[in-house]
């Protein structure tokens, strides 16, 4: 399946992905400005920017072959679907117990705070045809690929 | 404004006749040749080049000369007789005509270079005759050698050809090889010397188009000596041929594929040799690569060779009749002196060579490094 | 001074509303202009660092910012303008010498747009470039007088597709994805790119086929391997952005791989020498290219770079005789990372003229065929470099113009080694910004756009062959230019 990797080397840790993620999973997905503004929440990304004194990269959830956040759910709100082998939450069904969170080993989870839901990356599946934090990375750091680079 | 002053470009007619043989035949020809394309004329220069016409003065050098007035004329004719043995010195034969009542004077004399005059160029007569037409057509206000080959002569005015050709009375003339031209100058020049043919030595070029390449030309021959005086893409035309073929000693073939080189895209389906051996040359010669349209006649003593840009920008038809070779501008003005048994269009770059049988190459100097014999010179 | 009199250069304004506090301007910029206040609880910004390099402009992503001219205005006075009074006060405060970066910025006239190209109508046709072939690939070297058929051998020449080369930028000046993207794209477009005088780093190797090194005053990074596989080999006695004087690279910017590349210790200053130390004069010049070629078996051509200055035709007289295949002359207006505000401003002359002039001289001593001609020293566009051949060059070098398609936005502060945009710096955090895939594509498509626009040019005159244009000055007119002007440019006035 297709994954999304990141070349460490071209990172400017400019938080752009960033950006960009959290508004089109927004409530105003096409206007950065009315995301930030407009929204009763502040909206969130569902990736993590490390930084360093000498270089950044962009990470997300691996849709792991193995997933450990889908054993760990409580409730089953955490399937990864055969076809597409994306990892994804149903959010109907998060309790909001964090269990996935904890059990991820990359730390690829977070909790909204205000929903009381984890989030995590889904590919941008069904709003975008490539995630937005790969077309919008200005460095082009960000790659959409089959295989592992 | 005459030629030198300014740049005057110009669009034309071009024809030209040999007998491979050698026979030589009237002028009339040539000129009801030239006068069928009366249309691609302006009536602002006509001219004609003729070979073989002066068999009883065949060693000498024909200089044909025009003079503004007496004076420059006296003056002229000290610096030749310092120079040269003159063994006859006469006005050329012409029809008055109320066409050309602001005719200069013209005169020809037959000529040998002194050989205290060719010690100064080791005895290279060639060399010599060349330096001095350039010095005194760049020096001397007021005269203007326009021819100075030998057994052969260039006739031109400032009028349409046909009536430049009746003026100088060519038909009374018997050569073997006449080229014409007609000229439509988008300027009024109203100087004799600034019409075709340009000649030199016996090279003689008749043009039609617009070198856009000329001030890199121009520039380039300047560092061999050669001074453009007229500014004419003729002048420039004739000298490159005159490097080339006379003092670099090149063979024909080389010397069209310098002019008129083939696409770089075109030589990678060579063989790498030849591919390298032509790249050579175009790099070496890059300020002899001749841009824009012409289709050219460049004639010798030896035969004439047609030619057009890469692009085939410009008209030119050949065709054969035996021993005798047409080309011209256009199909009529060949059909209407000559009922051919070929007749062709040659493409751009692609050589026309009509030599004297027995001949083996244009340059009558014979300085040629391999014989120049021309298989297909257009590739 | 607990006070200074140097007021910010800029001013930084940020639109409230627009702004999101989303910090990814606090992220990119690199002088630390921008910062979260946790206590305000948003962005604020330290104008008096800022250089206007438009990081953060271009990167913020609601277009919340924007940058002017620091609005405070001194009383009108055109003898004291701004500029001269802020330096004056800089060098009273530190005592040192002002040094910036890039080409002299100054009014000068440019001369590029005083000269109008010619085009056909009616006496000869023009030429399409969508239908008929334009040929502008050209050839760099040492061209024998005549040619010679029973000789096998022939001088070496260098294969241009497109008559325009990258300029030396060395690395120490720039980065090494900078180096990576130049070398990429000469690559791909069959052109040169030149490593300046920083030496050839080991993992641009590949690229050798396309590369010219340099043999500077200083001699950094230059070996026998160097040599070998190198195109070409350039003796750079000058630049036109400081003429007279050496590169100076600060020890900050020479990390390990740097130092290893230019063969000096880690950290220390790398300063070129005035002149070559063993170029004292014309016949010392002819025993080092011979040295080099004599190193390089005479298998590759040997370059010598100039700046233009006042006597340049009599000087490429004598490089020519000395046997330099390649002659490269660079302007006034030349880039450079780091050079005295002064000597960039004031020394050196207009590269229109030096070319015209070295062209017409060589010409004039029917020695032009024995070396190429590269103009350098700010060609901004096709047409500069389509003037530039009809003036007499060959091909041309492009520097500054390399730069912007690299993102460069000429703030001028090379020296300091903080270039936002990963090209004048050696902080890793800083040079992953340049992005050697992005940038090589960029160098393309800048080539390639001048490349289609040349050939329209060239067939809008009639020509279809780049030698037909190679010093044809009567496709060129001056438009407002004087008398000598004209004369010294070897060009008509428009209109004759």
Known sequence: MKRVYNLSEYCVGCGLCEVHCATIHSEYPDNIWKAYRLADKRPMSRLFVERNATSSLSVQCRQCDEPACVYACITGAITKKSETGLVSIDEDKCVGCSTCLIACPYGLIKIDPYQKVSLKCDMCKDIAQTPVCVTRCPNEALVCREEEI | MREGQIRIPSGCAISGIINRRGHGFSGSAIINSIALMHERSNGMGGGFAAYGIYPGYAEYYALHIFFESESVKAEMEKNLYASFQIHLAEEIPTRKSRKFKDAPIIWRYFATPLPAALERYDGDEEEFMARFVLRVNSTLRGAYIFSSGKNMGAFKAVGYPEDVGEFYRLDEYKGYLWTAHGRFPTNTPGWWGGAHPFALLDWSVVHNGEISSYDANRRYLEMFDYVCSLQTDTEVITYLFDLLLRKHGLSLRDAILVVAPPLWSRLEELEKNERERIQNLRIVYAGALLNGPFSIILATGNGLLALNDRLKLRSLVAAEDNEYLYVASEEAAIRVVANPQKLWFPAGGEAVLGLLYGKESLYTGGRCFDGGKLENAGI | MAVSWRMPEYKINRDKDRCIDCQVCVNQCANDVHTWDEDLNRVVSDESLCVNCHRCIVYCPTRALNIEKWPTAFKDNANWDSGAIKQLYAQAESGGILLTGMGNDRPYPVYWDNLLLNASQVTNPSIDPLREPIEIKTFLGRKPARFDPSSDEFPPQMELDIPVLFSAMSFGSVSL????????????????WNTGEGGLHRDLFEYAANTVVQVASGRFGVDAEMLARAAAVEIKIGQGAKPGIGGHLPGEKVGNEVSRTRMIPPGTDAISPAPHHDIYSIEDLRQLIFSLKEATEYSKPVMVKVAAVHNIAAIASGIARAGADVIAIDGFRGGSGATPLRI?????????????????????????????????????????????????ADAVYIGTAALLALGCHLCQKCYTGKCNWGIATQNPRLVSRLNPEIGSRHLVNLLRAWEHEIKEMLGGMGINALESLRGNRLMLRGIGLNEKELQIMGIKAAGE
């Open chain 3, 177 to 192: 994805n900078v180096h990576k993207s130049l070398a990429r794209a000469a690559s791909e477009l069959n052109v040169f």
């Open chain 3, 344 to 392: 960039r401003d004031n020394v050196g002359i207009p590269i229109e003229f030096a070319l015209a002039a070295v062209d017409t001289r060589l010409r004039e001593e029917k020695i032009r065929n024995q070396v190429s001609l590269v103009a350098a020293g700010s060609i901004r566009n096709s047409a500069d470099v389509v003037k530039a051949i009809a003036l007499g």
